[in-house]
Nanobody
Framework: QVQLVESGGGLVQPGGSLRLSCAAS????????MRWHRQAPGKGRELVAH????????NYADSVKGRFTISRDNTKNAVYLQMNSLKPEDTAVYYC???????????WGQGTQVTVSS
């Protein structure tokens, strides 16, 4: 059974940093584009960062460019989101997403809460 398990969320002050991790199991990790999405209270889910299965292509939401960095470790079946210079508007539940480039199947984690507040 495919599982994506996020960790690393929490409460942080504005200007602080957090590193989210997502551990994948029961998938051929190197065949998946990996993404982080977020959903703030009362808002729709938005794509925050994308990393291709090759690890060579990234794309970020304009609101996080220059502050967030997505990376992956295929040896650990893990993807990360380094978040710096956090703002209150970054407060949301962050979801890990794996997209299989062959079967075009999406997998989702359960989400981890990030709260940016003083």
């Amino acid at each position: 059974q495919v599982q994506l398990v996020e960790s690393g969320g929490g409460l942080v002050q504005p200007g602080g940093s957090l590193r989210l991790s997502c551990a994948a199991s029961a998938i051929t990790f190197r065949s998946h584009n990996m993404r982080w999405h977020r959903q703030a209270p009362g808002k729709g889910r938005e794509l925050v960062a994308h990393l291709s299965y090759t690890g060579t292509y990234t794309n970020y939401a304009d609101s996080v460019k220059g502050r967030f960095t997505i990376s992956r470790d295929n040896t650990k079946n893990a993807v990360y989101l380094q978040m710096n210079s956090l703002k209150p508007e970054d407060t949301a539940v962050y979801y890990c997403n794996a997209y299989n480039i062959i079967s075009q199947t999406d997998y989702w984690g359960q989400g981890t809460q990030v709260t940016v507040s003083s």
